[in-house]
């Protein structure tokens, strides 16, 4: 496996229910992001982490759960969800993670999971 | 001050010929300018990006203008092919968390571009 990779695709799940998205990056990077992509509405940055630490919550309900053991994955963890949580979840990576400063520090996106909310 | 304002949202354009999309932010601690190109099924993608000093980057037939004083930037396909129909999307970004150590990007809407044969 290259790039970024995102599991499942596809989830149907239950206001009730508690599922979790998997991210893996195999790029050697430091830098993990969630992003919310909806019809019509800008990428929403939902989550940083960099070296494992979280630098960015987004103000995210709660019902959204991040956790990122390592450097190379990312989970997102859902519980009690609402039908307009209906949406595409991004991941990405960038190798930016230390003091460098600078900028160009270019995001990796996977292809997503298509995430319905019945 | 954090938005991206993108337009047009859908565009058509006939094979061959120029595609344009404009980008406006108001920000000026943004420093780094990227596009991303983005098809069905498919997470976004880098097509090419700029920074605030230089104002025009071209690669091959894509072309990023970029006016500082204007806080505008756009992205030219020259010579547009079906095969360039996908979801475009601006973006600005600036140094984020302890030291710049990430950067936070915020994203336009969005523009759909079919390119008629």
């Known amino acids: 496996e290259t790039g970024v990779t995102q599991t499942p695709r596809h989830l149907v799940m239950g206001m009730t229910n508690k599922k979790s998205l998997k991210c893996e990056q195999h790029?050697?990077?430091?830098?993990m992001y969630w992003y919310k992509q909806s019809a019509k509405k800008p990428l929403e940055l939902m989550f940083v982490?960099?070296?494992?630490?979280?630098?960015e919550n987004n103000s995210v309900p709660s019902r959204f759960s991040p956790e990122c053991p390592n450097s190379s994955h990312l989970f997102l963890h859902l519980h009690t969800l609402q039908p307009e949580d209906s949406a595409l979840y991004l991941c990405?990576?960038?190798?930016?993670?230390?003091?460098?400063?600078?900028?160009?520090?270019?995001?990796?996106f996977g292809p997503g999971t298509r995430l319905t909310v019945l | 001050q954090q938005q991206v304002k993108q337009s047009p949202q859908s565009l058509i354009v006939q094979k061959g010929g120029i595609s344009i999309i404009n980008c406006a932010y108001e920000?000026?601690?943004?420093?780094?300018f990227p596009w991303y190109q983005q098809f069905p099924g498919k997470g976004p993608a880098l097509l090419i990006a700029?920074?605030?000093?230089?104002s025009e980057k071209k690669e091959g037939r894509f072309t990023i203008s970029f006016n500082k004083s204007a806080k505008q930037f756009s992205l030219h396909i020259m010579d547009s092919q079906p095969g360039d129909s996908a979801t475009y999307f601006c973006?600005?970004?600036?140094?984020?968390?302890?030291?710049?150590?990430?950067?936070?990007?915020?994203f336009g809407t969005g523009t759909l571009l079919a390119v008629q044969p």
């Open positions: 973006a600005a970004s600036k140094p984020a968390g302890i030291g710049g150590a990430t950067n936070k990007l915020i």
């Open positions: 990405a990576s960038s190798r930016r993670g230390g003091f460098a400063g600078g900028y160009g520090d270019t995001q990796y």
């Open positions: 700029i920074r605030p000093d230089v």
């Open positions: 982490y960099n070296f494992k630490e979280q630098t």
């Open positions: 920000n000026t601690a943004f420093d780094y």
């Open positions: 790029l050697g990077h430091n830098a």
